[in-house]
Nanobody, 121 residues
Framework: QVQLVESGGGLVQAGGSLRLSCAAS????????MGWYCQAPGKQRELVAR???????NYADSVKGRFTISRDNAKNTVYLQMNTLKPEDTAVYYC???????????????WGQGTQVTVSS
């Protein structure tokens, strides 16, 4: 099995910073992409940032210039550096990974348990 373990969420004042991390473990041959999604109360889950194995990066318009996604391939870990946080960033943030478990397997999507980020005004 594959597991995604997230950390780094918490409570921060507006204008502050937070760094989320997500480590993938288990039977992993390769990771095609990893990313972060957020879900606020009463809203659908939406993309925050995503990075592929080839280095392509996508950001939500609302976080461009404030958030930075990065990866450590040797550790199967993805990070989200969150700067200049705003109250509207408050949400549960979920790690996502597209993973091949063997050279002959098709990629499968996996999700972390989510970590709460709360930004006070």
């Amino acid at each position: 099995q594959v597991q995604l373990v997230e950390s780094g969420g918490g409570l921060v004042q507006a204008g502050g910073s937070l760094r989320l991390s997500c480590a993938a473990s288990g039977s992993i041959y390769s990771i095609l992409a990893m990313g972060w999604y957020c879900q606020a109360p009463g809203k659908q889950r939406e993309l925050v940032a995503r990075i592929t194995s080839g280095g392509s990066i996508n950001y939500a318009d609302s976080v461009k210039g404030r958030f930075t996604i990065s990866r450590d391939n040797a550790k199967n870990t993805v990070y989200l550096q969150m700067n200049t946080l705003k109250p509207e960033d408050t949400a549960v943030y979920y790690c996502n990974a597209n993973i091949r478990r063997s050279p002959w397997s098709s990629p499968v999507e996996y999700w972390g348990q989510g970590t709460q980020v709360t930004v006070s005004s």
